[in-house]
């Protein structure tokens, strides 16, 4: 935890700081990431959890397109850049401790590789695991165009 | 990614397996944690997003109540333990590579340790950082109930 963060927890609604000041409080991992959280603005649909660098972070503010780290590649993505499933972003909100945050997006077609909407789709229930949701789009279908 | 997450991928809607063969297949990060989002059941809104062990998740779901794994203290904590301010869960899913879980909660007053109803309470805007929530409760008074 920062100080600045730590004032900021006793400030009132609509208090305003610089964004350059918060940004350099933002507390990324040791590999130098964020989890950033996607949730579909208007139904409230959280989407999926993916992360982000400081780079990631400030395409995305910078140009309203939501930009992830992706850890496999080692490289800055822009979602929708292969699928052509873009979000662009509506607001952008950081947690109290830095470390995490959320974004409301508006997300074109399936934000999920399988094709469903939704990356949370393996209900975990009483003594089993169900899908509870079925692909928008056939997965195959999906890495074939750009944005 | 493990075989089994792979070959869900293209099940439909309500197939079923044992809940202790996905849950074997929960892909904790090195530090043997996985992290967890809660929303709040009927209004959606994001809550928090915190770190589970395994221990944590299958308390979790064995007992309803929603317990994480504290980095800083490095023990497990039953939420609103300390605050009063309980998490009761109403369903929980894993996502699509099995590294993320999403909990809908019904969550007693703030799930914040500000006393804010939500962690992500400062908003990231085009060249100022605003707090976009009011503490519900005086943070001083939340840590002197137990749950």
Redesign the interface.
């Known amino acids: 935890m920062t100080d600045l963060l730590k004032r900021?927890?006793?400030?009132?609604?609509?208090?305003?700081?610089?964004?350059e000041?918060?940004?350099a409080n933002v507390r990324f991992n040791g590999d130098g990431l964020l989890?950033a959280?996607a949730?579909q603005h208007d139904?409230?649909?959280?989407l999926?959890?993916a992360w982000m660098n400081r780079e990631a972070l400030e395409e995305t503010?910078r140009t309203g397109r939501v930009y992830y780290y992706s850890r496999s590649r080692a490289k800055l993505w822009r979602k929708g850049e292969s699928s052509g499933q873009q979000q662009h972003l509506k607001?952008?909100?950081?947690?109290?401790?830095?470390d995490?945050l959320?974004l409301q997006v508006e997300q074109t077609g399936p934000a999920?590789?399988?094709g469903?909407r939704s990356?949370?789709?393996?209900?975990?229930?009483?003594?089993?695991?169900?899908?509870?949701?079925?692909a928008l789009i056939d997965?195959d279908e999906l890495y074939t165009k750009g944005s």
Not at 119 to 134: M, N, T
């Open positions: 900021l927890e006793r400030e009132p609604c609509d208090s305003r700081h610089s964004l000041e918060v940004l989890p959280i949730q139904s409230g649909e959280v999926m959890m503010l607001s952008a909100s950081l947690d109290c401790d830095g995490t959320l999920c590789h399988t469903r990356c949370f789709y393996l209900s975990l229930e009483a003594d089993s695991a169900r899908i509870s949701s079925a997965p």
